[in-house]
């Protein structure tokens, strides 16, 4: 029998990813480790796997930020500790667009551009297409490639993208991407009554 706890990563952890993260870990019945969030990340891998495992249910949802730190930051360093725990089964990455100084970057399965449309281009912070096939830059991401990710799931800036993943609406463009992630992932997804 597997024990291990079924996580979707995300990197992104500012407040609107916060609360955007919150609202759509409730809607599909999951569990959002909100002390995960910061800009930057202030947890070490450690204290947010002890974290995952309190969760009372799954899905977890886990943030992590560089906060545009160059190179391997503190949202990387636990990035890559939960993604590598014996005890944390990924469902999958929603890896987040940013203007980054130095442009890292990684290789996405899809992109869900602002509009809630797939595409295999990459996005920008905005949610509007770029012109690689593949890949999206971004703030802390870059070790991603790294890892054995099942999907990555690449979108503009977590509850903004010009107001089309704005809260208010439901936040549509981080929930596509989520529920992409468990589709694929064969994790069934029980939407709360809105």
């Not at 089309?164 to 069934?188: C, F, Q």
Request: with cysteine; glycine share 10%.
């Amino acid at each position: 029998m597997d024990n291990r706890r079924s996580v979707i990563l995300v990197t992104d952890g500012d407040d609107y990813a916060r609360r955007s993260i919150e609202y759509v870990a409730k809607a599909v019945g999951g569990r959002c480790i909100s002390h995960s969030h910061g800009n930057p990340t202030v947890l070490d891998g450690p204290q947010i796997v002890k974290l995952i495992k309190k969760a009372s249910h799954d899905p977890v949802f886990v943030m992590f930020d560089d906060s545009g730190f160059v190179g391997e930051g503190a949202g990387e360093k636990a990035l890559k500790y939960v993604a590598c725990h014996q005890d944390i089964h990924v469902l999958g990455v929603i890896a987040v667009a940013a203007k980054t100084r130095q442009s890292e970057w990684t290789k996405v399965n899809v992109c869900i551009d602002r509009e809630g449309e797939l595409t295999p281009f990459g996005v920008d912070k905005y949610g509007l297409p770029e012109m690689d096939v593949g890949r999206l830059n971004g703030d802390t991401v870059y070790c991603l490639d790294e890892l054995n990710i099942p999907i990555i799931v690449g979108i503009g800036d977590v509850g903004k993208m010009a107001k089309m993943d704005d809260l208010e609406k439901g936040s549509p463009i981080t929930m596509k991407a989520v529920e992409l992630i468990m589709e694929r992932s064969g994790y069934r997804v029980k939407r709360q009554a809105e």
